[in-house]
T-cell receptor, first 115, second 113 residues
Framework: DGGITQSPKYLFRKEGQNVTLSCEQNLNHDAMYWYRQDPGQGLRLIYYSQIVNDFQKGDIAEGYSVSREKKESFPLTVTSAQKNPTAFYLC??????????????FGSGTQLSVL | QKEVEQDPGPLSVPEGAIVSLNCTYSNSAFQYFMWYRQYSRKGPELLMYTYSSGNKEDGRFTAQVDKSSKYISLFIRDSQPSDSATYLCAMSVPVQGAQKLVFGQGTRLTINP
């Protein structure tokens, strides 16, 4: 079955530590997205990538970094510069072609908490 | 002003009631309008989408878009306890060849047996 796999489901970060959230998709989608979800604030875009080796900042990119070395993979690193990282992180993918907005698929999310 | 406004609720109704969920938006360039359902600590799943003004029906769900008023709604008929979830509206606009999606805050809905 095609889909998006996020791991781990739960992650704990110590002060000053960088942590990496994994996102893998086998939908052959070109575009991939990372969102952050806080209670009562909906989903906010962190980074997105339309093609391999290219990505753009979203609305809240500070303190985060990404890479897109393979079409299937779009890992997100939460750096020590992100002072309030506790949130639910969602990865999503979409066919690049405009007009397919309804085909956005989400992973099952990673809950990141600070120790 | 946020591009998309959604009442976060929470909203609690008895089983069998008709539920109305609403979002307003300010960007007239939005082309696609979606409703997602999200169960606790899961990824959102697409419930309904439309790209034109008017109504779209799918079983117990009806999505309504009024572009002149910049207002969208989701109606749930004969609501069931299994409909208890957070409902997110989302809208998209093409930006530099990619779809930019903007989400509402989400409305937490509880259907009481």
């Amino acid at each position: 079955d095609g889909g998006i796999t996020q791991s781990p489901k739960y992650l704990f970060r110590k002060e000053g530590q960088n942590v990496t959230l994994s996102c893998e998709q086998n939908l052959n989608h070109d575009a991939m997205y990372w969102y952050r979800q806080d209670p009562g604030q909906g989903l906010r875009l962190i980074y997105y990538s339309q093609i391999v080796n290219d990505f753009q900042k979203g609305d809240i990119a500070e303190g985060y970094s990404v890479s897109r070395e393979k079409k299937e993979s779009f890992p997100l690193t939460v750096t020590s510069a992100q002072k309030n990282p506790t949130a639910f992180y969602l990865c999503a993918s979409l066919p690049r072609r405009s007009g397919d907005a309804e085909k956005l698929f989400f992973g099952s999310g990673t809950q990141l908490s600070v120790l | 002003q946020k591009e998309v406004e959604q009442d976060p609720g929470p909203l609690s109704v008895p089983e069998g009631a008709i539920v109305s969920l609403n979002c307003t938006y300010s960007n007239s360039a939005f082309q696609y309008f979606m409703w997602y359902r999200q169960y606790s600590r899961k990824g959102p799943e697409l419930l309904m989408y439309t790209y034109s003004s008017g109504n779209k029906e799918d079983g117990r769900f009806t999505a309504q878009v009024d572009k002149s008023s910049k207002y969208i709604s989701l109606f749930i008929r004969d609501s069931q306890p299994s409909d208890s979830a957070t409902y997110l509206c989302a809208m998209s606009v093409p930006v530099q060849g990619a779809q930019k999606l903007v989400f509402g805050q989400g409305t937490r809905l509880t259907i009481n047996p």
